[in-house]
């Protein structure tokens, strides 16, 4: 398989045969990440995408799933696009997912009716780097869009019924805004309406913008117990929905998974029992509801 640089997939992709389409994020501005900062964003030839479906055709016989890279696969002409799902489909008739990580930007740039027709053409899951329900937050941190922006970004792609898994980062605010950003955070995603919810933790990446900024003491990285405050005041003001809730991305110091609309309680009381112990103990006996 032919790969150029660092190749980057949500956990839960971890069966999926990733397939680059492009090269970097289109945005790459976002002042915590540093996933593509050693490349120069651009979208690969479509002669070579087509070319990688038949190298995977012959190298696994068949496929599941797949997860088109790198940054933000949505951002890609809708024509090209199209002509990757088709292409799929054509090698690999029981493909059962695909799925692409979905900036906001390029994910505005696609009218409802563009994102229906990549859905019947079976882009079947999107990653949305919400990462907070603040304006303050998402413009201190680059992200390119205000809190309404990534909401009808977020909100286009549920209605165009490709299933959205919204990514947050708790700790984005710092110590002074936890709390109100959890607050937020919850707002936009009652909003959104996503079926997954994944809460990351945010953990300084050396060689960043908000790296500098640890550095230089105008940022402050929260402690176990405080991450675990915040995702309680999230989970708190979450609505009850189905939802699926889950924190067990390497980055977070309690792995839990659950269902919003039925175990809401549930992983308050997980948290509530986490802020009181040791939280060493806490990670062996919560690690899955
Ligand atoms: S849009 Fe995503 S991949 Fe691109 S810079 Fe921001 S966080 Fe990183």
């Given at each position: 398989m032919r790969y150029e640089g660092n190749i980057y997939r949500p956990?839960?992709?971890?069966?999926s045969y990733i397939l680059q389409?492009?090269?970097?994020?289109?945005?790459?501005?976002?002042?915590?990440?540093?996933?593509?900062?050693d490349k120069k964003y651009r979208v690969r030839q479509l002669s070579e995408v087509l070319e990688d479906i038949d190298m995977a055709k012959s190298y696994?016989?068949?496929?599941d799933q797949i997860f088109l890279c790198d940054g933000d696969a949505i951002s890609l002409d809708t024509k090209d696009l199209l002509k990757i799902l088709h292409k799929i489909k054509r090698v690999f008739p029981d493909i059962k997912e695909i799925a692409t990580y979905a900036s906001p930007k390029g994910t505005l740039k696609k009218s409802k009716e563009e994102l229906e027709l990549l859905r019947e053409a079976g882009l079947t899951k999107a990653y949305l780097g919400?990462?907070?329900?603040?304006d303050r937050v998402l413009k201190a941190t680059h992200k390119g869009v205000n809190v309404a922006q990534m909401t009808e970004a977020g909100r286009v792609l549920v209605d165009a019924n490709i299933e959205l898994y919204a990514i947050i980062l708790v700790g984005l605010a710092g110590k002074e805004g936890s709390k109100e950003n959890a607050r937020l955070t919850a707002k936009i995603i009652n909003d959104i309406k996503p079926q997954h919810l994944a809460a990351m933790t945010y953990m300084p990446v050396p060689d960043t913008p908000m790296y500098k900024d640890l550095q230089e003491g105008k940022f402050t990285v929260l402690t176990e117990k405080e991450c675990l405050q915040e995702t309680k005041w999230l989970v708190e003001g979450l609505?009850?929905?189905h939802m699926h809730f889950n924190?067990?991305?390497?980055?977070?110091y309690l792995p839990i998974d659950g269902d919003i609309y039925s175990e809401k309680d549930k992983i308050i009381n997980i948290l509530n029992e986490a802020l009181q112990h040791d939280i060493t103990n806490l990670n062996k006996s919560y690690r899955a509801l």
């Amino acid at each position: 398989m032919r790969y150029e640089g660092n190749i980057y997939r949500p956990p839960s992709e971890w069966q999926s045969y990733i397939l680059q389409v492009t090269i970097g994020c289109s945005h790459n501005a976002c002042t915590f990440c540093g996933m593509f900062k050693d490349k120069k964003y651009r979208v690969r030839q479509l002669s070579e995408v087509l070319e990688d479906i038949d190298m995977a055709k012959s190298y696994y016989g068949s496929v599941d799933q797949i997860f088109l890279c790198d940054g933000d696969a949505i951002s890609l002409d809708t024509k090209d696009l199209l002509k990757i799902l088709h292409k799929i489909k054509r090698v690999f008739p029981d493909i059962k997912e695909i799925a692409t990580y979905a900036s906001p930007k390029g994910t505005l740039k696609k009218s409802k009716e563009e994102l229906e027709l990549l859905r019947e053409a079976g882009l079947t899951k999107a990653y949305l780097g919400v990462e907070s329900g603040d304006d303050r937050v998402l413009k201190a941190t680059h992200k390119g869009v205000n809190v309404a922006q990534m909401t009808e970004a977020g909100r286009v792609l549920v209605d165009a019924n490709i299933e959205l898994y919204a990514i947050i980062l708790v700790g984005l605010a710092g110590k002074e805004g936890s709390k109100e950003n959890a607050r937020l955070t919850a707002k936009i995603i009652n909003d959104i309406k996503p079926q997954h919810l994944a809460a990351m933790t945010y953990m300084p990446v050396p060689d960043t913008p908000m790296y500098k900024d640890l550095q230089e003491g105008k940022f402050t990285v929260l402690t176990e117990k405080e991450c675990l405050q915040e995702t309680k005041w999230l989970v708190e003001g979450l609505d009850r929905f189905h939802m699926h809730f889950n924190s067990s991305h390497a980055s977070n110091y309690l792995p839990i998974d659950g269902d919003i609309y039925s175990e809401k309680d549930k992983i308050i009381n997980i948290l509530n029992e986490a802020l009181q112990h040791d939280i060493t103990n806490l990670n062996k006996s919560y690690r899955a509801l």
